[in-house]
């Protein structure tokens, strides 16, 4: 299908842009230039996804890898839980959420140095990413009933960055620890870094710490163990992206200051009408569809995601993780190798005017937009930039030239229109994305909750760890003399890891750690290591 003129476009519109009233949301797939058949041709895939949903939300094993189901849909609706117990769980725990969050505010619960004014959230992936798009949408500094912060990777140097921000808060500061396991290394390496920073500053953590974790989990043990304040549960039925409507999300949330209930029941509203098995009035399912259309089914497509506003800026790094981790797999269903996956990727309008929209509207055609419009400018009115113009059109103008200057040249995009950014509709657009997830995953037959990828990872990371330590302990034992990374990787007998082995050496001897030296040579694989002699 050919790019239409405005005038042939109009009609087209009128046909596929679809308002869901009770969501104050729209969706316009219009400029997707599938054929007008393309639905019907669909009908029998889409219903078949939609039965699977109904299955997952009636508690199936939907991972079959680790034999437990997937529930983050009940978080918003326990009475749809298959058992009393879950439902009692979720609803205790939102329940708890709220209490613990009121004596923190009235200064039942405080640090050491005096009431809580900043939150420390520890975590990584679905742990950290969902709480900090919910913290950027919604927050407002200086407002918010406390300050967030994150520790969301295992670097030292972005830790001591985060540390600095806080400055001589600590003791009125509280860590929120967050791993469903306990086991996450690079959780696990936040918390240690955190507890010796509150003791450098004469502080017990523990009086300062939260866990969020699953029961008699190694981090639950720990919290005990240690006087942890409290703790809330992470269940294995939820994934850490989607998590952010439990705990993981839900605690941070209410601790600023956020109306969690309203974010709660934007998602339930949502999941009720992306349950319909119309889709012309879904938008779960459209938008799944169109991921099909655009990519034939193979994710030959990525998604650039533009929200046309600052606080929705984190959405696409959210995004990232839901999509691809769902859909970036190597096997289907019947063990077939098929690469699956869609690349995403994006920033906000209209900054990326002045960035990759240059490519995107002339460069390679490997992608489709998404585009994100919200009506409401500000609280309240704005002054007038030019005359009877104000930056909040100017912001709209700019997103409708740019979809239009995109379309022109053959680029396709979907636009979902809010009203504007609350609770509810972030809660929509979480619900939203992850039921579209869910629905594109059975349409291509793929496996969306399980992520065999990351645990490879994780197992390799622990290999170079391992690693490391036999070339420590081997120049340990050779003190005093000067040996290459190949002469190392050799006497450790580690014939396959010479590189490995030679940037160990090299990030050995950078930091002070380990005591490790760097002798350079005529070449960089001629530089020798040594122990430094104590």
């Known amino acids: ?17 679809t308002e869901i009233p009770m969501l104050d949301l729209a969706i316009d797939i219009s400029r997707m230039n599938f054929a007008d058949d393309y639905l019907a041709l669909m009908s029998t895939p889409i219903q078949k996804a939609l039965i699977a949903m109904a299955e997952l939300e009636k508690g ?95 670097d030292p140097d972005g830790m001591d960055k985060v540390l600095a921000a806080i400055g001589d808060e600590l003791g009125q500061t509280i860590s929120i620890v967050i791993s469903k396991s306990g086991g996450t290394k690079e959780t696990r390496n936040g918390m240690l870094e955190a507890k010796a920073a509150y003791e450098r500053a004469g502080l017990n953590f523990s009086k300062h710490a939260v866990a969020v974790t699953g029961q008699l ?33 839900l605690l941070p949330a209410a601790l600023q200051g956020f109306d969690i209930d309203a974010l709660l029941a934007g998602a339930k509203a949502c999941d009720d009408v992306t349950r319909q098995t119309n889709v012309r009035v879904n938008p779960a399912a459209q938008l799944a569809l169109m991921w099909h259309y655009i990519g034939n089914g193979k994710g030959t497509k990525n998604m650039v995601i533009l929200p046309y506003k600052d606080r929705l800026e984190l959405f696409s790094k959210y995004c990232q993780q839901l999509i ?33 929209v240059q490519q995107l509207r002339e460069g390679i055609l490997n992608f489709f937009v998404t585009f ?25 103008g700019f997103f409708l030239g740019t979809r239009q200057a995109l379309y022109e040249n053959n680029r396709e995009s979907i636009t979902l229109t809010i009203k504007q950014v609350t609770p509810a509709s972030v809660g929509i657009l979480i619900a939203l994305f992850e039921r579209a997830v869910g629905l594109y995953a059975s ?54 890891e ?12 950078a930091n002070p750690d380990h005591g490790i030296r760097k002798i350079p040579g005529s070449t960089p694989f001629e530089a020798a290591y040594q122990a430094a002699a104590q």
């Open 1 to 17: 299908m050919t790019t239409l003129s405005k005038s042939e476009l109009w009609p087209r519109f009128q046909k596929y842009y």
């Open 60 to 154: 199936g094993i939907a991972n079959p890898d680790e034999k437990r189901m997937v529930g983050h849909y009940w978080l918003r609706n326990p009475s749809l839980a298959p058992t009393q117990t879950i439902a009692k769980e979720i609803k205790d725990t939102i329940a708890a959420i709220k209490d613990f969050a009121a004596q923190v505010h009235n200064g039942t619960i405080h640090g050491e140095k005096g009431p809580f004014k900043n939150l420390l959230v520890i975590g990584i992936g679905g742990s950290a990413l969902g709480p900090q798009f919910v913290a950027d949408a919604l927050g407002n500094p200086g407002t918010d009933k406390a300050a967030i912060f994150f520790f969301d990777n295992t």
């Open 217 to 249: 989990s190694e981090l639950d043990n720990y919290a005990v163990k240690n006087g942890w304040i409290t703790r809330f549960p992470m269940w294995d039925w939820i994934g850490g992206r989607t998590s952010e409507l439990s705990a993981v999300g």
């Open 324 to 356: 691809m981790e769902s859909l970036g797999k190597e096997k289907d269903l019947n063990g077939n190798v098929v690469n699956q996956g869609i690349a995403v990727f994006g920033n906000k309008g209209s900054t990326d005017q002045h960035s990759y």
């Open 372 to 396: 994100i419009e919200v009506l409401r400018d500000r609280n309240g009115k704005s002054i007038a930039v030019d005359p009877g113009v104000t930056s909040g059109d100017y912001l709209e």
């Open 443 to 496: 349409l291509i037959n793929i496996n969306a909750y399980h992520q065999p990828g990351v645990e490879a990872g994780k197992k390799a990371a622990a290999a170079v760890i391992d690693l490391q330590h036999k070339v420590l302990n081997y120049l340990g034992e050779k003190k005093g003399h000067a040996l290459t990374s190949a002469q190392i990787a050799s006497g450790i007998g580690a014939h396959d």
């Open 498 to 509: 010479f590189e490995t082995v030679f940037k160990l050496c090299e990030h050995l001897a």
